[in-house]
């Protein structure tokens, strides 16, 4: 007679319809020995009722039987998460989630990892670290391959300025310099989702934080300084610290959605500026009495966070739009659809 049991696992890699589950414990430990390691499948239900699948870093409930079979049942409450706008073209049951997709969850750290070379840019920092915000989890910069840069203090400090709200890392994997200063989040059960550019160092990072070669690394072009991703799918493994590392290749778009609160607690001292200005509808580009044309002109506020601020604004506000179109779309495809026109 088979005998089923119900068991809380969590998801370390999604490959097509099959998800490789790491069963834990009541307090969610999960127990990291590959040999209890289970590969299941989604109930009938996710497809019936057009419910989101379950992503890398999720907990899950899962129904096991003496046969081997895993069957997800559920997918628990989400403490973070990742989402991008879904572009994927899911069939009529998963219309309802057309506008975002979740694509990692349950972080509680993300390190944005970039270069102090020519990927370098205080623009993309702001963005990956406003978006960081919207999900709860704690900001990290990770300016990375500080031996090749003659002015690391200085660009540790401008990256500060633009992220007050994250903390900002210098460090180098090849001659070691800053690492010790990543050790406050290296803690046992914690997780740490990476992001980032291909090419700036987050493998060559992950196996000097692991003392292993854990992760292959492929070398950047001198010309451009870019390289190609190292990792092709997103999964979650662990360090030999007990640290539980997301790579998550293919993040380079996340957050177009709605990313407005993000941007405006990493620029708090932007908005807070607005509330001192003498007209409710002010534009901040002739009226008088306004705080930002003031602050910019007394340098307060400099020019280039003024313009990085605006410019997050404007790339959300095309995101939201565009998946207004999607979503539009969307309904009138399946309204043909069911006229049966042949679309």
């Known amino acids: 007679m088979k005998t089923n049991n119900t068991i809380i696992a969590r998801v370390s890699c999604v490959q097509k319809n099959l998800f490789t589950l790491l069963p834990c414990g009541e307090d969610k430990s999960v127990n990291a020995d590959a040999d209890t390691e289970l590969l299941g499948k989604l109930k009938g239900k996710f497809y019936n009722l057009g419910l989101e699948p379950p992503v890398v870093g999720d907990y899950v409930k899962v129904i096991t039987n003496d ?6 049942d559920e997918v628990l409450p989400r403490t973070t998460a ?4 879904n572009r994927s073209g899911h069939s009529e049951g998963y219309v ?4 975002e997709e979740t694509i990692v969850a349950n972080f509680d750290y993300v390190f944005i990892v970039t270069s102090l070379n020519q990927d370098y840019s205080e623009n993309r920092i702001a963005r990956y670290v406003s978006i960081t915000l919207q999900t709860g989890a704690k900001p990290v910069v990770i300016l990375s391959k500080a031996d090749l ?6 660009k540790v400090e401008i990256t500060q300025a633009v992220c007050d709200k994250a903390d900002v890392i210098a460090i180098s994997s090849l001659t070691g310099y800053g690492i010790e200063k990543l050790e406050p989040y290296l803690q046992k059960g914690k997780t740490i989702a990476i992001v980032g550019s291909s090419g700036v160092g987050k493998s060559t990072l992950l196996n000097t934080l692991n003392g292993d070669n854990l992760m292959k690394v492929n070398h950047i072009r001198d010309a451009d300084g870019k390289g190609r991703h190292t990792t092709t799918y997103r999964h979650l493994f662990q360090l030999q610290n007990g640290v539980w590392i997301m790579d998550t290749p ?15 607690e990493t620029f708090s001292d932007v908005v807070s ?5 003498k007209f409710n509808d002010c534009s901040h580009t002739k009226e008088p009495g306004c705080a930002v044309l003031k602050a910019l002109a007394d340098g307060t506020l400099s020019e280039e966070r003024w313009a990085t601020y605006l410019q997050l604004h404007q790339e959300n506000e095309w995101g939201k739009a565009k998946m207004m179109q999607i979503a539009k779309f969307t309904r009138e495809y399946q309204k043909n659809r069911y006229k049966g026109w042949d679309v």
Do not use: S
């Open 250 to 264: 293919g993040l380079r778009e996340i957050g177009v959605l709605d990313m407005e609160d993000g941007i405006d």
């Open 82 to 85: 990742f989402k991008r706008p």
């Open 149 to 154: 840069c003659d002015d690391v203090e200085l």
């Open 67 to 72: 046969y081997g079979d895993a069957m997800i």
């Open 96 to 99: 309802k989630n057309l506008l």
């Open 273 to 277: 500026l607005f509330d001192q200005c």
